[in-house]
């Protein structure tokens, strides 16, 4: 069973810039969920989806947006970039949500310049 | 709102030591417990979890944890640690019926061979 796939693996992009990221989850998997990894916050969510809604969403400013497509895979996009939206942005799956283990890819670096 | 506290950030062992990492957190319902493992260049990985029985759960390369309600406590533990086992640890805890898990910041351990 293939796991959960993210591209681009790394990107560079300026500021004021947008970027796209996307993530193919586990087959049969309909949570999708996208964390902020950087060396001092740790893991932050940013939102997770279920079935093309958005069901949960964390404390990140609305230039960070999401969204699911029919077949579970999953976007995020960041508009006018910032030197401080660089980081690694994990996407996870898993089967239901609610507490059931979460499955990560490999992750997308995005360095801000 | 739930919190994840991982005392130790940065643990440095020599190899065989024995490994002892703290996960706190603050919610005092019904949870679902993890540790996840990020392995340098490699993304994150399921190492254990507990969702109820027996509460001294075993997970892959040797590693457990027991949880200790009472202390609000998920503490991961290794008798004797590898060269092999430098990577990054993080706990997280979910709330039945959230669908999110919220994550500490993590704990860089370093093992000397």
């Known amino acids: 069973k293939a796991g959960v796939t993210q591209t681009p693996r790394y990107l560079i992009k300026t500021r004021g810039q947008q970027v796209t990221l996307s993530c193919s989850p586990i087959?049969?998997?309909?949570?999708v969920s996208w964390y902020q990894q950087t060396p001092g916050q740790g893991l932050q969510f940013l939102f997770e989806y279920f079935s093309e809604t958005q069901r949960n969403k964390g404390n990140f400013p609305g230039r960070f947006s999401g969204r699911q497509f029919s077949n579970s895979r999953s976007e995020m996009n960041v508009s006018t970039l910032e030197l401080g939206d660089s980081a690694l942005y994990l996407c996870?799956?898993?089967?239901?949500?609610?507490?059931?283990?979460?499955?990560f890819g490999e992750g997308s670096w995005l360095t801000v310049v | 709102a739930q919190s994840v506290s991982q005392h130790n950030h940065h643990v440095i062992l020599s190899e065989a030591a024995s490994l002892e990492l703290g996960c706190n957190y603050s919610y005092g319902g019904t949870v679902n417990l993890f540790w996840y493992v990020q392995y340098p260049g490699q993304h994150l990985q399921l190492l254990l979890k507990?969702?109820?029985?027996?509460?001294l759960v075993k997970g892959i390369k040797g590693f457990e944890a027991e949880f200790i309600k009472s202390k609000f406590s998920f503490n991961l533990r290794k008798p004797s640690v590898q060269w092999s086992d430098t990577a990054e640890y993080f706990c997280a805890v979910n709330v039945r019926g959230s669908y999110i898990p919220t994550f500490g910041r993590g704990t860089s351990l370093i093992v000397h061979p």
């Open positions: 087959s049969g998997h309909r949570s």
């Open positions: 507990y969702f109820s029985g027996d509460p």
């Open positions: 996870a799956s898993s089967a239901q949500g609610g507490g059931n283990t979460i499955y």
